[in-house]
């Protein structure tokens, strides 16, 4: 499985952006996927992670009642809606399919990942 993200951009504190993640096989649909990030300097972690079916979610404290995931089975792809951004949203964000039909975060429940598109917040 390939992972294309896109979306990721320059913005300022309190905008808005819409990551999507285009998978190359339709079989993800039966997987959980998720989104994580990573910081200069810092080390990976887990933003949101969304089952096959789109019903069961999870959200770091960090990004929970700002950001969406969401996903279209049909296209293949995965969404994340980040309103209200912040300077420390700035990241690296990658897209990932895990091992099961729904998500976690634990990082080493992913076994595909994309290459990461970059997001940067001005204060």
């Known amino acids: 499985v390939q992972l294309q993200a896109s979306g990721g951009g320059l913005v300022q504190a309190g905008d808005s952006l819409r990551l999507s993640c285009a998978a190359s096989?339709?079989?993800?649909?039966?997987?959980?996927m998720a989104w994580f990030r990573q910081a200069p300097g810092k080390e990976r972690e887990f933003v949101a992670a969304?089952?096959?079916?789109?019903?069961?979610?999870i959200y770091a404290d960090s990004v929970k009642d700002r950001f969406t995931i969401s996903r279209d089975n049909a296209a293949s792809t995965l969404y994340l809606q980040m309103n209200k951004l912040k300077p420390e949203d700035t990241a690296l964000y990658y897209c990932?399919?895990?091992?099961?039909?729904?998500?976690?975060?634990?990082?080493?429940?992913?076994?595909?990942w994309g290459q990461g598109t970059l997001v940067t917040v001005s204060s």
């Open positions: 969304i089952a096959w079916r789109g019903g069961d979610t």
């Open positions: 990932a399919v895990a091992r099961s039909s729904y998500g976690s975060v634990d990082r080493m429940q992913y076994t595909h």
């Open positions: 096989r339709r079989t993800v649909s039966n997987n959980g």
